[in-house]
C-alpha cells in the first residue's frame, strides 16, 4: 500500500521559476524522504527531514515537514532543464520497520 | 565507490518461466532493499536484509517470490512461474544500517522484468 500522497501528479514550468511539490502521508512516521526519477529507472536521494525537524535546505532544494498536518512539500527553487523528472515522497514509520512507502509521485517538466 | 548495481538492466521472459534478479550493494552495507515499481506507481516495498537474514519480508506478494542474501552481500530475488502481473521495474537499495533515523537508502537503476 502506498502512505505518500503528491500533489500535484504533473507540474509544467518555465526554466528559471520555482516548484514546489507536497506531499501527505497517513500514520506518523520517524523521518520523511524525498527522491528524484529520471526515465523511470533508479531513484537518487535528494534529502532527509527527521519528525522533529520542520526545515531543511540543500543547495536550490529546501523541505518543509508539518507533522501536525502530515504533510511535507519540496520547493526546487531557479528550475532548469536537467530538473524534469519524477519525485517521490517516501516515509519511513519506524517502530522496527525499516521500509520506505513511497507515494505516487509529481512528474515535473521544466520547459528551457 | 561504486553505486549499487543490477543485474540484468532487462529481463524478457516467458509466462510460467523462472527468473533470478541480482543485487550488489554499496561495499559495506549491512542493509539491503528490495522494491517493485509498475508502470506510474510509487516504488513498493517487497523485502530488506539485515545482513544475511531476511529482517521484514511482508511485502513479498505470494510464495512465488523469495530472495535470499547468504552471504550478507549480494542479494538475489527469485521469482518462480511468472505471471504476465509480475512485470515491473524491480529495485534494489542498500544502506550503512537499519538502526537510527538516518536511514538513507541508495538505489539501484533496476531490472525491467517483462513476462509474455
Known amino acids: 500500500s502506498q502512505q505518500g500522497e503528491e500533489d500535484p501528479q504533473a507540474l509544467s514550468i518555465q526554466e528559471g521559476e520555482n516548484a514546489t511539490m507536497n506531499c501527505s502521508y497517513k500514520?506518523?512516521?520517524?523521518?520523511l524522504q524525498w527522491y528524484r526519477q529520471n526515465s523511470g529507472r533508479g531513484l537518487v536521494h535528494l534529502i532527509l527531514i527527521r519528525s522533529n525537524e520542520r526545515e531543511k535546505h540543500s543547495g536550490r532544494l529546501r523541505v518543509t515537514l508539518d507533522t501536525s498536518k502530515k504533510s511535507s512539500s519540496l520547493l526546487i527553487t531557479a528550475s532548469r532543464a536537467a530538473d524534469t523528472a519524477s519525485y517521490f515522497c517516501a516515509t519511513l514509520t519506524g517502530a522496527g520497520s525499516y521500509q520506505l512507502t513511497f507515494g505516487k509521485g509529481t512528474k515535473l517538466s521544466v520547459i528551457p | 565507490g561504486a553505486g549499487v548495481s543490477q543485474t540484468p538492466s532487462n529481463k524478457v521472459t516467458e509466462k510460467g518461466k523462472y527468473v533470478e534478479l541480482r543485487c550488489d550493494p554499496i561495499?559495506?552495507?549491512?542493509?539491503l532493499y528490495w522494491y517493485r515499481q509498475s508502470l506510474g506507481q510509487g516504488p513498493e516495498f517487497l523485502i530488506y536484509?539485515?545482513?544475511?537474514?531476511?529482517?521484514?519480508d511482508s511485502g513479498l506478494p505470494n510464495d512465488r517470490f523469495f530472495a535470499v542474501r547468504p552471504e550478507g552481500s549480494v542479494s538475489t530475488l527469485k521469482i518462480q512461474r511468472t505471471e504476465r502481473g509480475d512485470s515491473a521495474v524491480y529495485l534494489c537499495?542498500?544502506?550503512?544500517?537499519?538502526?537510527?533515523?538516518?536511514?538513507?537508502?541508495?538505489f539501484g537503476p533496476g531490472t525491467r522484468l517483462t513476462v509474455l
Open positions: 537499495a542498500s544502506s550503512l544500517s537499519l538502526a537510527g533515523v538516518y536511514n538513507e537508502q541508495f
Open positions: 561495499s559495506g552495507h549491512t542493509a
Open positions: 536484509f539485515q545482513g544475511t537474514g531476511a529482517a521484514d
Open positions: 500514520t506518523s512516521i520517524n523521518n
